[in-house]
């Protein structure tokens, strides 16, 4: 294992955040050569500090994987509008919305995670949340927030703040309208 001189390879580049899809916000902390089965691979070394995870992806694969840079600001102010409309939940089975949530989260696209955060948001006065829905929305929160905390320079904490100031300025749902969506859930079931 050799670390390389030159330290920057597709336009990314070491000291650098980065998206993983599967994983979220890393910090590229170098590139390097290892030999593997007798082939020499190039590598990114990405550190995801939260999770204390290091992945070493090889240079050539690094767009099949959805690798990619953070996004820009105009992305985040969209992302950011885009979880205060009114939520869009599907009259389908639990099942089935819950894998079109996990499959957008792991896309690692910035506005599809936002589209999960404001459909399974629930306010003080809403009712309870089943446990997989509060598990896939902090799934969803924990990557938005990292991302635009490492685009706006903020804590993950002010980053939180920021996203739930913006879901209260959604349109409130009543106790009704979650009624209503739950009976037509059973029926569907």
């Known amino acids: ?12 580049k070491t000291g650098e955040h980065v998206v993983y899809p599967a994983h979220g916000v890393g910090m590229i902390t170098a590139i ?3 030999e593997v ?5 190039e590598l990114f070394v990405i550190s995801f500090e939260q999770d204390k995870l290091t992945l070493r992806v090889p240079v050539a694969k690094v767009k099949s994987v959805g690798m990619r840079k953070l996004a820009e600001e105009d992305e985040v ?6 979880v205060t409309g009114r939520a869009r939940v599907k009259r ?7 894998q079109e949530y996990e499959a957008k989260i792991n896309s690692g696209d910035l506005i599809a995670i936002s589209e999960v955060v404001r459909d399974l948001y629930r306010s ?3 009712p309870e949340q089943s446990y997989s829905e509060r598990q896939l929305f902090e799934q969803a929160m924990d990557r938005m927030s990292r991302e635009i905390g490492a685009v706006r320079k903020l804590t993950l904490t002010e980053a939180v ?3 739930e100031k913006q879901l ?17 859930e059973e029926a569907a079931a």
């Open 168 to 184: 209260a300025k959604s349109p409130k749902r009543t106790k009704a309208d979650a009624a209503e969506a739950e009976s037509d």
């Open 92 to 98: 389908t089975m639990w099942s089935r919305r819950a």
């Open 32 to 34: 390097e050569e290892q």
């Open 124 to 126: 003080e006065e809403q």
């Open 77 to 82: 102010k969209k992302a950011l509008d885009t």
């Open 37 to 41: 089965a007798g082939l020499t691979l």
């Open 161 to 163: 703040q920021l996203i």
């Open 1 to 12: 294992m050799v670390a390389k001189k030159q330290q920057q390879r597709l336009g990314f």
